[in-house]
């Protein structure tokens, strides 16, 4: 099967999923065998994992705990030469068959590696109490596999065309923006500033938080970051309380101008009230910014 599709078709129409599984299913069995490398013949020297035809199935090299609900898995490449082949903002749509379910489960990840890296990808996910997908995710040892049935396009990122962006995710939602992030600030010809605010439930859900840290401090000036916990444990000064409000936004946002865009990912809850409806504006909409310069992962 063409492995790009835009992820926000598959969440408009659910009933997509079990098309692209069934088309996918035929795919994997009509065109290759288990664990043979996609290469993609874009570029011959460095062969490309993801964007090819039929599923791929990577074996799971590394599992690390990162706090009582997320681990990070890093799936080693067939040809530890080759890169991952995805653009900037995309995510993987992972295909699994948990024990007892009647139908395959489709769930998009974004990687969190540089997606430059050779010979592997690494997720971060965070498992949801009786989730299909993470659940199996997170059952997974050193050694197993697992498969991903398609490229998931996020947005179409060109550098330089604002001059600005604040990002604003929620708890594991940071994963498209910490592809952004890195994909901004890795590239020496990229000048975007970026303003990120990044609300947690605890602050051990402060994910990625050493990798933004060097990153503040390697662009000091170019990218800042405002973390504010909802439901802190203890007393910590640095650190905000509270949502992401419309309050904290007004603060930290200076103005909506035109070259000026807004990426949000988080919960469900925390998007709607942002982002808004067709009928109510939401906070970014009351803050002066248009449908247009919002975009929604
Ligand atoms: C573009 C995109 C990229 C994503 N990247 C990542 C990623 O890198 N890492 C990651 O961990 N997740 C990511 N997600 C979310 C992921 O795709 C799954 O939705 C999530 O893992 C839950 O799937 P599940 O099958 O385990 O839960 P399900 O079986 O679908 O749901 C079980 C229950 O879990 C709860 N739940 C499910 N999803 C959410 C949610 N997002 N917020 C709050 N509660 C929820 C609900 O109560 C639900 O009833 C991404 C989502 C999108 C749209």
Known sequence: MASRLSWQSLRARPALFSTVAVAGIGAYYGTRSFLLPMGHAESPEVPKIFGGFGFTTLRLQDVKVVNHNTKRLVFE????DAKSGLSLTSALLTYSWPKGQWFPVLRPYTPISDLNQTGSVELMVKHYPNGKASSHLHSLAPGDTLTFAATLKGFPWIPNKYSQVYLIAGGAGITPIYQLIQGILNNPNDQTKINLVFGVNTKQDLLLREELEEYKN????????????????????????????????????????????????????????????????????????????????
Do not use: W
Not at 77 to 80: C, K, L
């Open 77 to 80: 490449f067939p040809d530890q």
């Open 218 to 297: 390697r662009f000091p000036g170019r990218f800042n970051y405002i973390y504010t916990v909802s439901h802190p444990k203890e007393e910590d000064s640095s650190l905000r309380k509270g949502y992401v409000t419309e309050e904290l936004l007004r603060d930290v946002m200076r103005g909506a101008d035109k070259d000026t865009h807004v990426f949000v990912c988080g919960p469900p809850g925390m998007e709607n009230a942002l982002v808004g409806s067709r009928r109510s504006p939401g906070v970014l909409g009351r803050l002066g910014f248009s449908k247009d310069q919002i975009y929604k992962f």
